[in-house]
């Protein structure tokens, strides 16, 4: 699959931590991005049920950047929302909840946990 813009900014975010300017553009482009977010059944008008995984470092929802890799990633098609990374950090800073972004199918794979999120949000 095609790195996307996405991806190159992470690439470029991971080889330099010490960059705050790499980092700031990365986040960057999760806000600017539509991301595909995993629900555990298909959206009933405005209202959307995410799946939501447990694990020790906290809450996390599935976003992917293209729709193909959500498919990846399930196996399967299954249901989901699209959305800004704006609107989704918006709505998950509200439940304490962080982003799995592309987990396992895309160099941009990243946990941004939900201290992150709530930042980005805010910003």
């Known amino acids: 699959m095609t790195e996307t813009p996405l991806d190159n900014a992470f690439v470029r975010m991971d080889a330099n931590p010490e960059d705050d300017n790499a980092r700031l553009a990365f986040y960057n482009h999760v806000a600017g991005s539509e991301l595909f977010l995993l629900l555990t059944e298909e959206p ?37 929302a699209a959305l800004s990374g704006r609107a989704l950090a918006q709505m998950l800073a509200r439940e304490g909840l962080g982003i799995g972004l592309n987990l396992g199918v895309a160099p941009s794979s990243f946990l941004l946990p939900d201290t992150a999120v709530a930042w980005l949000a805010a910003t």
Not at 55 to 73: I, K, M, N
């Open 44 to 80: 009933e008008e405005d209202r959307v049920d995410p799946q939501v995984f447990e694990t020790d470092d906290g809450s996390f929802v599935l976003a992917f950047d293209r729709e193909a890799r959500l498919t990846e990633f399930t196996g399967a098609p299954a249901p989901y």
